[in-house]
T-cell receptor
Framework: GQSLEQPSEVTAVEGAIVQINCTYQTSGFYGLSWYQQHDGGAPTFLSYNALDGLEETGRFSSFLSRSDSYGYLLLQELQMKDSASYFCAAKGGSARQLTFGSGTQLTVLP | AAGVIQSPRHLIKEKRETATLKCYPIPRHDTVYWYQQGPGQDPQFLISFYEKMQSDKGSIPDRFSAQQFSDYHSELNMSSLELGDSALYFC???????????????FGSGTQLSVL
């Protein structure tokens, strides 16, 4: 099965940089994804890492180290609208079973 | 652009009743996923379909069943509803039309099920 661990809460101020870590244990690993979810909303895809290294998409970047079973999401120039839950996720099985981590609630303060 | 469509948006049922949730994936997406999310919880994988065939099974109770039809829409059937089934149910779809593209799941807005 898959197990992904994240911090439950992170708080930062507008304009700051925040890093959300994710450690995983999976039986079979294809890569690490990140999703954002606002209260009552649907999860929205942010980023995906199949290989080691950094992927940058605008203000968001994601990093993966397969040897350490570790990844992180980096959010720069934080805005109030970034307040949301962030989930790391990994696939297993036949690659059509995406398991989510426990989620990190990010609160951005003015 | 077309998105994943779920219906109904809200559903209220009594204990022991049945419920059917519908999902219309993005056109030409070959994989459909169902997730259950309780308040403050992460989405829990229930079941997935690839090209209308069941692919993977997660923590789906025996009281629940799902299928994907010839037009690619999917339905989640829930029987003998319990209070603990109250949750937000998401459907998502994906496609492998380019490298790693099937890693990007597109989620519908969800069905909020309340069991009283």
């Amino acid at each position: 099965g898959q197990s992904l661990e994240q911090p439950s809460e992170v708080t930062a101020v507008e304009g700051a940089i925040v890093q959300i870590n994710c450690t995983y244990q999976t039986s079979g690993f294809y890569g690490l994804s990140w999703y954002q979810q606002h209260d009552g909303g649907a999860p929205t895809f942010l980023s995906y890492n199949a290989l080691d290294g950094l992927e940058e998409t605008g203000r968001f970047s994601s990093f993966l180290s397969r040897s350490d079973s570790y990844g992180y999401l980096l959010l720069q120039e934080l805005q109030m609208k970034d307040s949301a839950s962030y989930f790391c996720a990994a696939k297993g099985g036949s690659a059509r079973q995406l398991t989510f981590g426990s989620g990190t609630q990010l609160t951005v303060l003015p | 652009a077309a998105g994943v469509i779920q219906s109904p948006r809200h559903l209220i049922k009594e204990k022991r009743e049945t419920a059917t949730l519908k999902c219309y994936p993005i056109p030409r997406h070959d994989t459909v996923y169902w997730y259950q999310q309780g308040p403050g919880q992460d989405p829990q994988f229930l079941i997935s379909f690839y090209e209308k065939m069941q692919s993977d099974k997660g923590s789906i109770p025996d009281r629940f069943s799902a299928q994907q039809f010839s037009d690619y829409h999917s339905e989640l059937n829930m029987s003998s509803l319990e209070l603990g089934d109250s949750a937000l149910y998401f459907c998502a779809s994906s496609t492998r039309d380019s490298a790693n593209s099937n890693e990007k799941l597109f989620f519908g807005s969800g069905t909020q099920l309340s069991v009283l």
